[in-house]
């Protein structure tokens, strides 16, 4: 059997907001927008590598917990790899993202990493490579 990974998605409770922050934020283009027959706003999105990211609402009736930036079981977090961690960080926290954590160096020559929440309270993982 031969597997690719397909998408990520995100709940939302306002789609478009959401999206229009990774557009802003991460450069996501929007594939689709559309309401869905069981009642809810469905927006597909695409990294400028070609991860998908899908985000869309509550459907008809669906009971929705809160999100959860913390580190947590289950999904913990997307990656998002960046030039530089600095700049990067003061831009994203004049968009609305809080640091969480870090920024730190990975011990042994590895990535900086730092995480931030994000919209809806999702969390982000942001790396800066070594070079």
């Not at 927006?43 to 899908?54: D, F, L």
């Not at 999904?75 to 809080?98: C, F, N, Q, T």
């Amino acid at each position: 059997m031969n597997y690719k990974f397909d998408h990520v998605h995100l709940k939302s409770p306002d789609p478009k907001k959401s999206a229009d922050w990774f557009v802003k934020a991460f450069d996501f283009t929007v594939i689709s927008d559309a309401s869905r027959p069981w009642g809810d706003r469905f927006i597909r999105c695409e990294a400028p590598n070609g991860t998908v990211v899908n985000i869309s609402g509550a459907r008809t009736n669906e009971k929705m917990g809160d999100g959860d930036a913390s580190a947590h079981w289950g999904l913990e977090h997307i990656g998002i790899s960046v030039d530089d961690m600095e700049p990067e960080l003061e831009r994203l926290s004049k968009m609305g993202a809080k640091l969480m954590e870090g920024p730190v160096q990975v011990p042994g020559g590895g990535p900086i990493i730092a995480f931030i929440e994000g919209p809806d309270r999702v969390r982000i993982e942001l790396l800066q490579m070594p070079s």
